[in-house]
């Protein structure tokens, strides 16, 4: 029975690792693509409806989904959130660097503990608090800003607003019960298609050329492949080793925006991400801090947006 059980860790630990390597990937492929922060989402969630809707279909899970009208409206709201968070990280790619903005974006956790007090009156207490000021101060250590440097805030500001919605969507997404992540998953991306039409522009997706390939990529691997295998592992592994190898996404996100374009943090900046890293896994492995990661290891059929924090 031991055996068995670190079989299944040890699988699942392969199964989130690499999940998390092709989200830290992820960038990159927006990025090559040429295609506007909104053209990228939008075909990103056609093409991942199409990768979600036929593992769905293949696995059977439209049979019995669970979803009532309620259900289904909290689940399309948080696909609003989730769609909006990809527009504004990946603005913030522009913005500044894959490095800057993915640092900042996994200020996530923070934003839910701010959340749970504001709407739910749950406490704070002193080690979050504290937590919360340390990561305060990597926020401002890798933000680097200096004078007159209006980009660096700008994609401040973007990958801020983006680990906002994120939080949102978690809040939102956490109250649905009884309903498969990939079929929520699917209805989100699905919401983003209406949702990003009016901002799509098809004249200049027309011309990518190439750029198509990294697009369907993001649909294909990034939405489809990646997200299969991060609720596969969910379901073997423990919160606290979901939150720790959460963090590979950062990590070859920032060796990736160096091996590809040359871009990397400076020293004064590269003091504020292990403030970040640590104050962010502090926070998420306290008790009650980490509704969507609790929710997601909860049993097959929990919701969990913790596939945003993907990216």
């Not at 690792?17 to 295609?35: H, I, K, N, Y």
């Not at 937590?131 to 305060?136: G, K, M, P, S, Y």
């Not at 990518?208 to 294909?220: F, M, N, Q, S, Y």
Request: charged letters at 10%; a positive charge; aromatic letters at 12%.
């Amino acid at each position: 029975m031991r055996n068995e059980t670190s079989g299944t860790q040890t699988r699942g630990t392969l199964e989130l690792t690499l999940a998390m390597v092709l989200s830290g990937t992820l960038g990159v492929f927006v990025v090559e693509s040429g295609a506007s922060p909104f053209d990228v989402v939008f075909f990103r969630c056609l093409f991942g409806a199409a990768a979600l809707g036929a593992y769905s279909l293949a696995r059977g899970y439209f049979t019995g989904h669970g979803f009532s009208p309620k259900k289904l409206g909290l689940a399309a709201l948080g696909g609003v959130f989730i769609v909006f968070n990809w527009v504004f990280l990946f603005e913030a790619y522009e913005a500044t660097s894959i490095s800057f903005a993915t640092v900042v974006y996994h200020t996530q956790p923070f934003f839910l503990v701010v959340f749970g007090a504001v709407l739910f009156r749950e406490r704070i207490t002193a080690a979050k608090f504290g937590w919360l000021a340390v990561a305060f101060v990597g926020l401002v250590l890798v933000s680097g800003m200096r004078p007159g440097d209006t980009a660096s805030l700008k994609g401040l500001g973007l990958a801020l607003a983006a680990a906002v919605l994120y939080a949102l969507s978690t809040i939102v997404t956490k109250r649905i019960t009884g309903v498969r992540p990939h079929l929520i998953a699917l209805v989100q991306v699905l919401v983003g298609l209406p949702l990003l039409l009016p901002f799509a522009d098809f004249g200049a997706a027309s011309r990518l050329g190439g750029g198509w390939g990294w697009l369907v990529g993001l649909g294909l691997i990034h939405t489809g492949l990646m997200y299969v295998l991060m609720y596969a592992a969910y379901q073997k592994l423990p919160t606290a080793k979901i939150a720790v190898l959460a963090f590979t996404y950062p990590a070859v996100a920032m060796f990736a925006d160096w091996a590809v374009y040359g871009h990397h943090i400076g020293l004064v900046q590269a003091l504020g991400v292990p403030l970040i890293v640590l104050a962010s896994l502090k926070v998420t492995l306290v008790r009650g801090a980490a509704p969507a990661l609790r929710t997601a290891v909860r049993a097959p059929e929990a919701a969990s947006p913790v596939a945003t924090r993907s990216a």
